[in-house]
């Protein structure tokens, strides 16, 4: 399986910047995509970002910029110009093929917090 380790919430001023860390590792043969995504209080889950292994890149907010480290199996999301709407648990998706295994598989991390609020 892959477990996914995200780190870089916490609480910001409105206006800062913040930047998430997710590192995968485990089972893995090849990384197809990673994404974050963001779910707010009483609101359902929704994209923010996601890059493929090739480097492509779609972004539902120009605010935030997505890359990767594909030699470690982690993705980066840098967040700035931060809104108190922006306010949400912020989990990162692993899309891939596992060792062993021809089915590609979705794994998800425990998400982080990300407050922002003066």
């Known amino acids: 399986q892959v477990q996914l380790v995200e780190s870089g919430g916490g609480l910001v001023q409105p206006g800062g910047s913040l930047r998430l860390s997710c590192a995968a590792s485990g089972r893995i043969r090849s990384t197809s995509a990673m994404a974050w995504y963001r779910q707010a209080p009483g609101k359902q889950r929704e994209l923010v970002a996601v890059i493929t292994s090739g480097g492509v890149t779609n972004y539902a907010d120009s605010r935030f910029t997505i890359s990767r480290d594909n030699a470690k199996n982690t993705v980066y999301l840098q967040m700035n110009s931060l809104k108190p709407e922006d306010t949400a648990v912020y989990s990162c998706?692993?899309?891939?093929?596992?060792?062993?295994?021809?089915?590609?598989?979705?794994?998800w991390g425990q998400g982080t917090q990300v407050t922002v609020s003066s």
């Open positions: 998706k692993w899309s891939g093929y596992l060792t062993g295994s021809m089915s590609k598989y979705d794994y």
